[in-house]
């Protein structure tokens, strides 16, 4: 062999080790008890944890016929413990995944959904399984209560789970992918190193996100103390989401308006009673961030729906389109106050789109997706031009009735929002600084649906009009 040929080799191999280190994966070259002149052999476990690298690496390069190869040698029983090799060093290598996530700003339910859009349903209830057994590490009094709740909405464990006690519902880490198998029915072993592999694979490339809350382990127990208005805050928010369903199910127009208004007036209430509540008392209340997400079909004039109605409650969103989510930056009452809104119109909005039923043009062509399209733009628009009509009296109104109650002589109202909407366009700097562009408005390109959004949009009952108006939609680049 020539001293060309010979270094050709080198290189290669330097290259695949630094590939496995990349990866996780050990590496062939000399290490802890290396003897020259002595064969090392692997261990099992390096064997395992080498075709995860490598059947992982193959599903990054798109090589399926390498991946699938792969998975075959980690699906068969190769020696005595293999199968509980492979699972104990997959869900480690998950678990591990699941952490880093953490770090990247990814929250659970975000997490879990991320693998259901890439993957399917199926991956998702792995990673949710994932991250309810990564999760038990914390103590609770250190994970945000918000966080925890999104982690409690995830944990479906079978039946079983009750006999395994604070334990992971599987029992050891080696037995999970037998135990998964077992319930996933005609999966086979295959099934399973796959849906674990490809799981995986996707937990190793993730986007990086602003991180919106505490890591679970770093919340601290003061800041995690019941806020006094607390319980009647959620009581109040309980009213209005059960005033929301009913309107939103009724088939009585006249039953959904009297639900709607007495759902606008909580809500109004709710997001000006907190902002004068911070203006009497100096607390210092930070704005934050929350995402929500927003899915195909229609995601441009879904998130334009967003859009409007943050802006009306003095906040500012940025889209993440690839990522089908949308950060709404504002103090927390606000943003407590968008959710409940847009979920609302939207639903409103989708009942009146789908009771239209299919379009098609003069020569029977389906332009039923255009309808749509146009009908949500539509929708969208005259929903601004409604609650900006409604802001400026609602917004009067609270600050006239505020300095009834104090004798003429409390607090100047609008100042006051105009600070906290200030204090809003801060907070969006500090947390994305100069990543974002403008996004480009949707068109609409059907009139009748244009038509019929617009008139959707009128009938639709606006729950939260006591707002001020806000900001602009940006969109991550």
Not at 153 to 159: Q, Y
Not at 322 to 333: R, S
Not at 396 to 416: I, M, N, T, Y
Not at 427 to 447: E, K, N
């Amino acid at each position: 062999m020539g001293k060309a040929s010979r270094q050709r080799r080198l290189n290669k191999e330097k290259e695949r080790q630094r590939q496995r280190a990349a990866r996780g994966a050990p590496s062939r070259g000399p290490g802890l008890g290396y003897q020259p002149g002595r064969r090392q052999v692997p261990s099992q476990q390096d064997l395992v944890n080498s075709l995860i690298g490598e059947a992982v690496y193959a599903l990054c390069g798109g090589s399926q016929e390498a991946y699938r190869g792969h998975v075959r040698q980690l699906a068969n029983e190769r020696a005595p413990g293999w199968t509980q090799a492979v699972s104990r060093s997959l869900v480690e290598s998950m678990r591990l995944s699941v952490t880093a996530a953490w770090r990247h700003g990814w929250q659970p339910a975000e997490l879990a959904r991320h693998v259901r859009r890439e993957l399917s349903d199926t991956h998702a209830e792995m990673a949710a399984d994932m991250i309810t057994d990564e999760m038990r590490g914390y103590a609770a009094a250190t994970v945000d209560a918000r966080w925890a709740a999104q982690v409690a909405v995830l944990d479906a464990s079978p039946p079983q789970a009750a006999a395994v006690g604070s334990g992971a519902w599987w029992g050891s880490d080696a037995e999970y992918l037998g135990v998964w198998q077992g319930l996933a029915g005609d999966a086979g072993p295959r099934g399973a190193v796959a849906t674990a592999i490809e799981t995986l694979h996707v937990f190793q490339h993730l986007a990086v996100l602003e991180r919106l809350l505490s890591l679970p382990g770093t919340a601290r127990p003061a800041a995690q103390r019941a806020d006094p208005n607390g319980a009647a805050d959620e009581r109040l928010l309980g009213k209005i989401r059960a005033l929301l369903a009913k309107a939103e199910a009724t088939e009585f127009a006249e039953e959904a308006e009297a639900l709607s208004a007495r759902a606008q007036e909580l809500m109004a209430k709710y997001s000006i009673d907190h902002a004068l509540l911070a203006a009497e008392t100096g607390r210092t209340e930070e704005p934050g961030g929350r995402r929500i997400a927003v899915d195909n079909p229609y995601e441009a004039p879904k998130a334009s729906l967003l859009q409007t109605v943050a802006r009306a409650n003095r906040c500012r969103v940025v889209w993440s389109k690839e990522l089908g989510l949308v950060t709404v930056i504002g103090f927390p009452a606000d943003l407590d106050a968008i959710e409940l809104l847009f979920t609302s119109l939207l639903v409103q909005a989708n009942t009146a789109m789908l009771r239209a039923g299919a379009k098609r043009d003069a020569h029977g062509r389906s332009r039923t997706r255009a309808f749509r399209q146009s009908f949500l733009v539509s929708y969208a628009i005259r929903i601004g031009e409604r609650l900006s009509e409604a802001t400026g009296q609602a917004e009067q109104q609270a600050a006239a009735e505020h300095a009834a109650a104090r004798g003429g002589g409390g607090k100047d109202l609008v100042p006051f929002l105009a600070a906290r909407h200030q204090a809003v366009d801060d907070a969006v700097d500090a947390i994305f600084g100069h990543t974002l562009t403008t996004s480009r408005a949707v068109r609409a390109t059907d009139a009748e649906g244009w038509h019929s959004g617009r008139v959707a949009a009128d009938m639709a009952s606006l729950h939260n009009h006591a707002q001020v108006v806000g900001a602009t939609t940006l969109r991550r680049p």
